[in-house]
């Protein structure tokens, strides 16, 4: 038994070291502003005006690119729509190319959620009560505090605030506020009850990592509804071969989203991080890129 299991392990090890330097790479090249660190400033170099594809906070000291969702955010209600356009047009490319593929290697704090799951001193929960009707949620927030918000309501100047950004996004808060306010002596004064409230929905989000993954992945990226939208089409996909699987549901097992990969390879909920693949025995998941006939294997 241990050497028809030996092989299979050591494919989905050498999965998990391959995702897991793609994950660290792309964070570190997202927020490879040094300086900024040092200095406790923003980076506003040219490179800002592009985004990245994952959650990666526009005020992060280090951030070398824009969030997509705090991009979109900022220009939804603005009378000049190219730039509104050209966001949209971005989400639009990552997502017809790589869906969710961008949740499961190239979001740093997917990374970092990752990595607090696999501390294993608390029980996990693999899913919670209303499962389904929670995974919803972050089209609600993706709908009232992405879109709707930012576009209808307006202060008195006429402008629109980002509201996500504002008053939910703990990615936000982790890397933009709390470095902020340790590193620039006026925003440590300035920090007030938005500060506050902002590092307990971190807190609440860092603790309950340990205990289910990805919660912020499954109930509140918009950012992820988002790309969840072009699983069925994208470019990238996870295919079964009918004739190869027989079922066993090994694949769901080892998901821990819980996603029945063998009936439902397009989820919407699907990261693409490649766990089921690397754990079929009998080789019948396969990925495709560009072409639906075309597969790869590692």
Not at 61 to 83: K, M
Not at 217 to 224: A, E, F, K
Not at 230 to 238: A, E, R, T, V, W
Not at 264 to 286: E, F, L, Q, V, Y
Request: charged share 15%.
């Amino acid at each position: 038994m241990k050497k028809d299991s030996s092989p299979l392990m050591q494919r989905r090890s050498r999965h998990n070291r391959i995702r897991l330097i793609v994950q660290a790479f792309f964070a570190a090249l997202s927020n490879g502003y040094i300086k900024g660190f040092a200095r406790g400033q923003i980076f506003e170099g040219a490179s800002k005006y592009i985004c990245v594809p994952g959650m990666n906070c526009y005020s992060c000291p280090g951030a070398l690119g824009a969030c997509p969702i705090g991009s979109l955010q900022a220009t939804l209600n603005a009378r000049d729509y190219r730039i509104s356009l050209y966001v949209t047009g971005l989400l639009v490319i990552f997502g017809t190319i790589l869906g969710r593929f961008v949740c499961g290697f190239l979001c740093p704090f997917g990374l970092l959620q990752d990595l607090l799951y696999k501390i294993s001193f608390v029980k996990k929960i693999r899913r919670l009560p209303g499962e389904k009707c929670l995974r919803y949620l972050r089209f609600v927030f993706l709908f009232v505090f992405v879109l709707i918000l930012p576009a209808f309501v307006a202060d008195f100047m006429g402008f629109g605030e980002p509201w996500f950004c504002k008053w939910i996004c703990p990615v936000g808060s982790l890397e933009g506020g709390i470095p902020l306010v340790l590193l620039n002596t006026a925003m440590r004064s300035a920090a007030g009850f938005i500060f506050r409230w902002k590092a307990a929905i971190l807190i609440v989000t860092l603790l309950s990592s340990l205990i289910i993954y990805r919660p912020f992945c499954r109930y509140i990226c918009p950012l992820g509804a988002i790309y969840g939208i072009f699983n069925k089409f994208s470019f990238y996909q996870i295919r079964i071969d009918s004739k190869k699987c027989v079922s066993c549901g090994l694949c769901q097992t080892v998901c821990k989203l819980d996603i029945p990969v063998y009936e439902k390879p397009d989820s919407m909920d699907c990261i693409r991080c490649g766990d089921c693949k690397a754990a079929c025995p009998h080789n019948a998941i396969t990925r495709t890129t560009f072409s639906k006939s075309a597969s790869s294997t590692y």
